[in-house]
């Protein structure tokens, strides 16, 4: 079965920095792209950054490029997001998704939580 799991949410100040991971089984991870994907309170879920395991090709939304860094380990079947500078928006439950060979992310992982306070 295909599957993600996402962790390393928590609580921390403004300035900080958290490393979200998402492991990844289930499927041959080198073909795929894993994206991070988060939901503010009361707000729509946004895209925030993607990795292409095939080509190394990455994406960043403006508003984390330069303080959020996206990588992966293909021997660990890992995603990372490593988030520096956190900001009180940066808030929300963040969730790691596979786009599908067909377009649209096909497979979810549960949220982690990231909270952080001004």
């Known amino acids: 079965d295909v599957q993600l799991q996402a962790s390393g949410g928590g609580l921390v100040q403004a300035g900080g920095s958290l490393r979200l991971s998402c492991a990844a089984s289930g499927f041959s991870f080198d073909d795929y792209t894993i994206a991070w994907i988060r939901q503010a309170p009361g707000k729509a879920r946004e895209e925030i950054s993607c990795?292409?395991?095939?080509?190394?090709?990455?994406h960043y939304v403006d508003s984390v490029k330069g303080r959020f860094t996206i990588s992966s380990d293909n021997a660990k079947n890992t995603v990372y997001l490593q988030m520096n500078s956190l900001k009180p928006e940066d808030t929300a439950l963040y969730y790691c998704a596979r786009w599908g060979s067909y377009g649209g992310m096909d497979y979810w992982g549960k949220g982690t939580l990231v909270t952080v306070s001004s």
């Open positions: 990795i292409s395991n095939r080509d190394g090709t990455i």
